[in-house]
């Protein structure tokens, strides 16, 4: 009945003094080396790491001359990686994005969303709007897609097909840095209509370890890793939003940590000094069980916090009145082998 | 590391030919004589039931009499024991059960929620107004409970509060139901802050299977447990609402069954004809899950349909552009032991 070993508890929704609810997974901490620091559960087992490789992906941004030629600076080049709120400043820099390669939100493939962002959304509402592709969460990704598409002189539509030459890039941005197979038979659908290709967690963790710490790369590669994630850190705003866990995270860490988060529970992570990479997957999908996860293991790789990790390590879980119900925490010695 | 015994994987999600995430949990099926039909993974650890016991809480409602004092009719008595989605008729329904027994929604203790119908907030939001307690899911619930304080000349405020005589009655008509204790320490705080209690899975079923069929119960319980059940079935809207799994279930199985979804992944149902009753909760609380899974059982259990619950058992993931990417589906062999 499907997976026969079950991966661990990792983290535990509580009501009262029980537990409720309960979400397992597997986490992978790895060097650009391939050298395992801390695994638990099946790392070696493909999952679909969505939109947790947009760093990643934005490397052909980069390595075209696309982002130099169209003068993309730290804002740009973290929208371009982000999972963003649909609020206004990501939808004009998306817009931006798209004019600067002289196109507009028309070429757009990634479907329409509303603002994820609730008052984003509520405002559009309220004044009798719609949201368009520049709210989908992905449009800074496809934006960059499309500059580069445009830059290189490729054509514009179809640029979400596996075998265009844009996907190509990235798809081969992605086999270079972790090192797994990105094949056909291990390729689905994103929800933004890209290839999305199943990747060991062992390998994701690798993969961000290197794009962190430039080991193992090319020099004009860990250039052009190092300008994404430096884009990230100075502009955490753009990589997702207000009050959303990667833009909190990434502020608080000051430039340590680049953090990102992909659907159906996955979590990609990197902390340059360190040289270490982090992979995360919930069994179940659920986000709020990878971000706890993410920050615990944030808390104890880095060892100091000003209590923003803290806080999403272990949330108390409210009601509609506000009245603290229970909380969102770490399985007992889950992360007890990690070590700083 | 919490729970040492996985429950089994009950449903997949895939993406492309890969399964993407899987849900864990348990399934009771029993009868009104204490007999399991069938069951799947640990049946017997307690789990809180939330809004999925709203029926059964409904009880004293009508054995107060404050039903029939009030006029109350199937839309009221379908209200009130719904997990509604604030749409304009669900709230005008909770704001005349109040009025009806001299109150206003300024008795309300649920706290105010948002509609979950989607449409329904967007226009309040357009129209420049804010959501009260009416809105709130659990508001034809709590306007029971005020009509059986103001029926009974109870004092109102405090209604929630588990010594309240509102709040015995419930505990009262699910320690009867179930046979599981309701104690202090199996108790946690709901979301619209009455009690709830941890209750095992299997007495949960029993439960159900009991308010269904009446078997068990004394003569006036049934009674008052069939009226509850043949309100839901005349007005299916009213527990749920637009789209929503219980309203489409109920609807589409024309009285022979009462379906009712709680929070964190739990369902709980009875087939008055067969006696059973069912209690699903999927470990992780998702209802993406727990809604298959139900609508998988009553499949074999019922042995037709006119397609509507082998939508729900068997749902196509849409990505944003509304390309099938993936689907929602039974975990193979899950059910392989449970006859119809």
Known sequence: ??????????????????????????????????RCVFSLGNVDEPVFPRSAVK??????????GAADALGYGNRELSLAQASHGGEPDHV???????????????????GVQWPTHTASAAKLSAGGKKPSALHNNCSGKHAGFLAVASHKGYRTEGYIDPDHPVQRMV??????????????DRRGVDGCSIPTYAVPLAALAIGFARFGSGRGLTPERA???R???????????????????????????????????????VFCGTMPDSGLGIAIKCDDGASRAA?????????????????????????PLLNRRAIPVGEIRLA???LADLRP
């Open 92 to 110: 004009a820099t998306a817009a931006a994005m798209l004019g600067a390669a002289g196109l507009d939100e028309s070429a757009l493939q990634c």
């Open 223 to 225: 250039v052009a890793a």
């Open 291 to 315: 971000e706890a996860i993410m920050a615990n293991i944030l808390l104890v790789l880095r060892r100091q916090d000003d209590g923003v990790l803290r806080r999403w390590a272990n949330q």
């Open 227 to 265: 300008r994404i994630y430096s884009a990230a850190v100075a502009e955490p705003f753009h990589i997702a939003g207000t009050g959303r866990f990667c833009t909190e995270i990434i502020a608080a860490l000051q430039g340590d940590a680049l953090v990102k988060t992909g659907a159906e529970g």
């Open 1 to 34: 009945m499907g997976q026969t070993v079950a991966n661990p508890v990792l983290i535990e929704v509580t009501r009262g003094h029980r537990v409720e609810s309960r979400h397992r997974g597997a986490i992978a901490v790895f060097d650009a080396d391939d």
């Open 332 to 334: 007992r010695g889950a």
């Open 55 to 64: 760093p990643i992906q934005a490397l052909p941004l980069i390595e075209s």
């Open 171 to 184: 798809r081969n941005a992605l086999e270079s840095l972790t090192g797994a197979a990105h094949t056909a």
